[in-house]
């Protein structure tokens, strides 16, 4: 099956909070990604509500719910216990845990397994036993999977930023995709799945995913919503899904 495509709407989220306004509406961009075909939605709510609010969750659980049931919802931050109480509020089919200071731009690196195993194994049963399936922000590298796998979390997501960071760059870009692939192939060998997010777009995920067939999923915001402008969100979400696989 080819890889499924999560729509992140961060981007979306912080073009409408420029404006006391509601839109463009986060809850209706939604709307149109699932029903082009998207399998799922990913926000990030951070504390200083920069991008996705907490209020924006209930209406996108209600979406997900009342009209794509086959849809996933895929919350993302770090594990204070404020963002544990808003997962177990709106439970999402995924949680992807990841390191960020509250001040970061944006997610820029993953964990370090080894040193926060024992932080993050309590949080990962505690989201289990609510349901989700719980995914592990993580460099593109080998180092300290046997640890994430001993958290318990089922998946981990690949920081793909080096690899899409030299777009310019062929074989820059290649090496980078080699060192995803390893990873990958690491992964996979000690049970763990795969997703992968960040800066991916059309041009450069038909060769992460041919090097990484078993990857599940890849969750884009940034630059889905950059195409979405000149585009369309419904032309777009069918321009990446053509990316990933689907015919």
């Not at 499924?4 to 509601?22: E, F, G, I, W």
């Not at 964990?111 to 990962?124: M, N, S």
């Not at 078993?214 to 990446?240: N, W």
Request: some cysteine.
């Amino acid at each position: 099956m080819p890889v499924k495509l999560s729509v992140n709407l961060n981007a979306v989220a912080m073009l409408r909070n420029r404006r006391d306004l509601p839109w463009p509406s986060v809850t209706d961009l939604g709307r149109i990604a699932l029903a082009a075909g998207a399998h799922g939605l990913t926000v990030h709510p951070r504390p200083d509500q920069r991008h996705t609010r907490n209020s924006d969750l209930p209406e996108l659980r209600a979406l997900i719910d009342d009209e794509f049931p086959q849809a996933e919802f895929n919350i993302e931050g770090y594990p204070t216990q404020e963002f544990l109480a808003l997962v177990e509020e709106n439970e999402p089919e995924q949680v992807t845990l990841v390191p960020d200071d509250p001040a970061q731009a944006t997610s820029d690196h993953g964990w370090d397994f080894e040193e926060q195993l024992g932080f993050l194994t309590p949080i990962i049963a505690r989201l289990k036993k609510g349901g989700a399936r719980v995914s592990l922000f993580a460099n593109p590298d080998e180092q300290g999977l046997s640890a994430a796998r001993d958290s318990g979390a089922q998946r981990v997501e690949f920081y793909t930023g080096p690899y899409a960071s030299h777009y310019a760059d062929a074989d820059a870009m290649a090496r980078e995709l080699e060192k995803l692939g390893r990873a990958a192939d690491a992964a996979l060998a000690k049970g763990l799945e795969i997703n992968a997010g960040h800066d991916l777009v059309v041009a450069n995920l038909p060769a992460l995913v041919k090097r990484v067939p078993q990857l599940m999923e890849v969750s884009i915001g940034h630059g889905l919503t950059a195409d979405a402008l000149e585009f369309g969100m419904e032309k777009t979400v069918k321009r990446f899904l053509n990316a990933c696989g689907w015919p």
